[in-house]
């Protein structure tokens, strides 16, 4: 970091978390914020950078002194009246503060986090998985089929083919963590570790959305919640009547739906783990009437440490990794990691491989006339597109991203929402109608301290008093509003939610309020500017009467649809049965295929299409 840069995170964070009150020291900050900036891609750094550089000049411009020759009201206020400028200003001062306090948090509770990992064994050691870095392997390699991602969908699909007697290769960007790793790394470092772009991309638009994607030896199953929900029937119904998607035809899709809950051996949480966070949300349906019930997982043997999100220390998280990617390799199936997969391979309108880059700039060429791309809706098009196989008008639209809102609720005892399952327990009264699913969802300790609201004396009071806050989350059905594009081969999102979707969250943070406070909360955190918090039901609805959608923060994990799978050639750049349209031998194997957003948290339904998608390819390989 530049002794400027240095200074506007110092000026910044003593106007955030003032020395003064209580805050941590100013050279600590600096160094807590600096070891999860420098892991940022440029891009976001620079405009980290730029963003703190702009608050730096604020305060000369409007006080005539810098942040740090203060007193911290007055830094506060400067803060306040920066963010008071209008959205794109609240948004950004909004945006600097979540990366302060990830940064702050995840190192002020490091030890705490590591402690808790080590309280027990794991659950079960690392699996036996056949995985070479890429700079170890020789430069061409020959199999019968090629996977571009290791994920939910690649994972699945490897197994198949190599179940199936395919020499099966499968390349992957990220590299393979073992749960030693994850009982011992510093949970910073697991973050930008994990995901790609260290877990900053975001989706622009108004609002914009947070959206973590990741990028290891099992994709984002390494870092999920664990929910498994089965694709709701009607979405099922509708995938297969409105898309002409015959793999999701109910009956077929059960038997794959089947073998996904038994690969990843799925079951409800058990209510000794699920911890205060979770009953509270329980204890509101209750309250209400409302249809609620612990959430099944994959995660056979948690023990409720609330680190999912940063991999599981224990690996009780049943992610791919430990699964269906060792069942793949005893099978013979070869997984190659930190390859990035730079384009499909194809001629005369055949595929012949994939080349990917090793992280020396060297390339390494796999060839196989049968390729699965199952690089996650984000990548998939992209990687296309750079392929010379992006012809379709549809490839890179259509992204849903079944859009998240979170609302908080202090109460009068302890809750310490880190203490117990992350995702634990799950609200489908208003699923049917308003395809809104609100699920107690937790971070790990001192990660989620951005629901907090203000600046200064009043931030450091929530931080004093996180242990008594809840927080709930929920998600909404949208429709594909999103689109993917590459700018100079780098990812760009666009999603500019509908309108119809954006009242949506505004029905899911009324009814996450009312489970709140019949769960007796005594005032909710609302993250919006014009009342950040709220003591009665009236006051949170009257407040979101008032509101813009466009205040809203919306954090994504579900992207989906970019590359839809379906009869109708004009709109589904995959046909019904997983091949991508205008080459042979090319099939998609993602969250990319979902034709809409399956209206649950996702993963299910992307494996049992993917086990279905390998299927076909086994059984065209035999015609
Ligand atoms: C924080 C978080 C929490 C979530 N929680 C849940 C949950 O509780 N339940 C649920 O159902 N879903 C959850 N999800 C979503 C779910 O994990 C994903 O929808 C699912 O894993 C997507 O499957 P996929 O195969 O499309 O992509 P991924 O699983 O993301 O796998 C894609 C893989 O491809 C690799 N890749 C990308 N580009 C290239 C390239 N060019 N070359 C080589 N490799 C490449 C990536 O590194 C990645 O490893 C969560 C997601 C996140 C991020």
């Known amino acids: 970091m530049t002794p400027l840069a240095q200074r506007a995170t110092a000026s910044f964070g003593s106007a955030l978390l003032p020395q003064e009150l209580g805050g941590p020291a100013t050279a600590q900050l600096v160094e807590r914020v600096e070891r999860y900036v420098a892991r940022l891609p440029a891009m976001s750094r620079m405009a980290l950078r730029a963003g703190l550089l702009s608050v730096t000049a604020a305060s000369y411009l409007t006080t005539g002194r810098s942040l740090t020759r203060l007193d911290p009201d007055a830094r506060e206020r400067v803060l306040r009246r920066i963010a008071a400028l209008g959205p794109d200003a609240g948004a950004a001062i909004e945006g600097l503060k979540a990366i302060v306090l990830l940064a702050n948090g995840a190192d002020a509770y490091a030890a705490e986090l590591l402690d808790r990992a080590a309280e027990h064994d794991v659950a079960r050691p690392d699996a036996a998985l056949d995985v070479t870095a890429s700079l170890d392997c020789p430069s061409v390699l020959r199999a019968d089929a090629a996977v571009v991602g290791s994920g939910a969908g690649g994972a699945m699909a490897a197994r198949t083919l190599a179940r199936a007697g395919l020499s099966t290769v499968v390349l992957e960007e990220g590299r393979r963590w073992t749960v030693e790793e994850f009982r011992s790394t510093h949970p910073i470092d697991r973050y930008a570790g994990l995901y790609r772009g260290a877990g900053a991309t975001?989706?622009?638009?108004?609002?914009?959305?947070?959206?973590?994607?990741?990028?290891?030896?099992?994709?984002?199953?390494?870092?999920?919640?664990?929910?498994?929900?089965?694709?709701?029937?009607?979405?099922?119904?509708?995938?297969?009547?409105?898309?002409?998607?015959?793999?999701?035809?109910?009956?077929?899709?059960?038997?794959?739906?089947?073998d996904v809950e038994q690969t990843l051996q799925v079951a409800p949480v058990p209510l000794e783990i699920m911890g205060r966070n979770g009953r509270l949300l329980l204890d509101g349906a209750a309250a209400l009437g409302w249809q609620a019930a612990p959430i099944p997982r994959n995660a056979p043997g948690c023990d409720a440490c609330c680190q999912c999100a940063i991999g599981c220390p224990r690996n009780a998280k049943f992610g791919v990794h430990l699964n269906?990617?060792?069942?793949?390799?005893?099978?013979?199936?070869?997984?190659?990691?930190?390859?990035?997969?730079?384009?499909?391979?194809?001629?005369?309108?055949?595929?012949?491989?994939?080349?990917?880059?090793?992280?020396?700039?060297t390339t390494i060429d796999v060839l196989a006339d049968t390729v699965v791309v199952a690089a996650g809706a984000t990548e998939t098009p992209g990687l296309l597109c750079r392929s010379g196989l992006g012809g379709h008008p549809r490839l890179g639209r259509n992204l849903a991203l079944h859009p998240a809102v979170a609302l908080a609720g202090r109460f009068d005892h302890e809750v310490t929402a880190w203490r117990g399952v992350l995702q634990s327990a799950a609200v489908d009264e208003l699923h049917a109608v308003h395809g809104v699913l609100i699920e107690a969802t937790s971070t790990p300790p001192g990660m989620g301290s951005m629901v907090f609201p203000g600046y200064g004396a009043e931030l450091l009071g929530w931080l004093d008093r996180a242990a008594h806050v809840a927080t709930f989350g929920a998600m909404v059905a949208d429709r594909g509003a999103g689109r993917v594009f590459s700018v100079g081969g780098e990812t760009l999102l666009r999603y500019n939610i509908a309108r119809g979707d954006a009242a949506k969250l505004v029905t899911a943070l009324e009814a996450m309020g009312k489970l709140l406070f019949a769960a007796g909360a005594v005032e909710v955190l609302t993250g919006l500017p014009a009342a950040p918090t709220v003591a009665s039901l009236p006051a949170l609805q009257d407040l979101l009467a008032r509101s813009s959608p466009k205040r809203l923060h919306l954090a994504a994990f579900h992207p989906t649809g970019t590359a839809a799978a379906g009869s109708d050639a004009q709109h589904c750049p995959v046909d019904p049965r997983g091949r991508l349209r205008g080459v042979d031998g090319v099939w998609v194997a993602d969250a990319s295929i979902l034709p809409s957003c399956p209206e649950v948290n996702p993963q299910m339904s992307i494996m049992a299409l993917a086990l279905a998608v390998a299927d076909e390819i086994v059984a065209d390989r035999q015609v």
């Open 324 to 361: 269906a990617l060792p069942q793949a390799c005893a099978h013979g199936a070869r997984i190659v990691s930190h390859a990035r997969a730079e384009r499909v391979l194809h001629a005369r309108g055949r595929a012949q491989g994939v080349r990917a880059r090793r992280p020396d700039g």
């Open 202 to 258: 975001i989706a622009l638009g108004r609002p914009a959305v947070v959206l973590p994607i990741g990028r290891a030896v099992g994709g984002s199953t390494v870092v999920n919640s664990g929910t498994c929900y089965r694709p709701p029937l009607p979405v099922q119904q509708r995938w297969c009547d409105e898309f002409g998607l015959t793999l999701a035809e109910p009956d077929r899709l059960t038997g794959y739906l089947d």
